[in-house]
């Protein structure tokens, strides 16, 4: 099995523009991730000076103590909409980066098993044990490299199970409070 120079070429253009493309997509979930941080920290910023002007307005004691407590309930809101927001942002990016490594992956797959055809097509006389023993060791990494892709779809599942419960506990919890 040779390769010609154009192969070669074609190859490394290939994963250059597959990496062009990764790269853009981590540059874009990083510049939403930016975006949120500074609409966050707007809100933070625009909301304490707000809350402190109306602390600086209490007559008394007990108005002070009810500004402050008010404010847990809109800050643990808060907290959990940008939570949500960077698990979205996190979570897609993830998952497009996902995709495009599993069709690398699959595209690597494809060849290397093709390579690894011609080579045993070739392979001398009296190798049979070898070549058994390299064939067995590559299904093994590919099963290897099969698992640990699904284990990182199941743990996406299992984090996006968690934010959804923790976003649905954050929902429930004004509402049991108005109960009492």
Known sequence: MTYTAEQFVAANKTNVDALEGLAAQAYSGFEKLVEVNMAASKSILGDSFGHLQALL?????????????GLIKPLTEKSAA??????SLAAGT???????????????KTSFSKAVDDLVKSAPAGTETA????????????????????????????????????AEVVDVAPKASKKR
């Open 82 to 87: 940008y939570g949500q927001q960077v698990y």
């Open 57 to 69: 307005g209490a007559k008394d004691a007990q108005e002070m103590l009810a500004l402050q407590t």
């Open 131 to 166: 070549v058994a023993a390299f064939k067995s060791a590559v299904a093994a990494g590919q099963s290897i490299i099969e698992t640990a892709q699904n284990s990182a779809k199941k743990a996406m599942e299992v984090a996006e199970f968690n934010v959804t419960e923790a």
């Open 94 to 108: 993830s998952s497009e980066l996902m995709k495009a490594f599993e069709s690398k992956a699959a595209d690597a």
